[in-house]
């Protein structure tokens, strides 16, 4: 079993700054990647950034140079460290991670709970 715990969301102003943690747990053999999306109302869930084994990182343009993510593969957790807050950030955000547990060959995708970012005007 693989758990992904987020914590972190709440209620910001504009231009304000949160920051959102993910922790993964469970009977884990290796984490291929690791990152957030979010889904706003009426709209898809879509990818906000994503940090893959060996460093890289992509970001939604609509988040580049605002939010960084970063990952701590000793315990297995992901930040999003999010600045300069806009209205057209608020969602409910979701810990996303790629992980093959003990014992398997390949990975599959897991998804924490989701965490409301809410970001008033």
């Known amino acids: 079993q693989v758990q992904l715990v987020e914590s972190g969301g709440g209620l910001v102003q504009s231009g304000g700054s949160l920051r959102l943690s993910c922790a993964a747990s469970?009977?884990?053999?290796?984490?291929?990647?690791m990152g957030w999306h979010r889904q706003a109302p009426g709209k898809q869930r879509e990818l906000v950034a994503v940090?893959?084994?060996?460093?890289?990182?992509n970001y939604a343009d609509s988040v580049k140079g605002r939010f960084t993510i970063s990952r701590d593969n000793a315990k297995n957790t992901v930040s999003l460290q999010m600045n300069s807050l806009k209205s057209e950030d608020t969602a409910v955000y979701y810990c996303?991670?790629?992980?093959?547990?003990?014992?398997?060959?390949?990975?599959?995708?897991?998804w924490g709970q989701g965490t409301q970012v809410t970001v008033s005007s």
């Open positions: 940090t893959i084994s060996g460093g890289r990182t």
């Open positions: 469970g009977s884990i053999g290796s984490i291929n990647a």
């Open positions: 996303n991670a790629v992980i093959r547990r003990r014992g398997n060959v390949r990975p599959d995708d897991y």
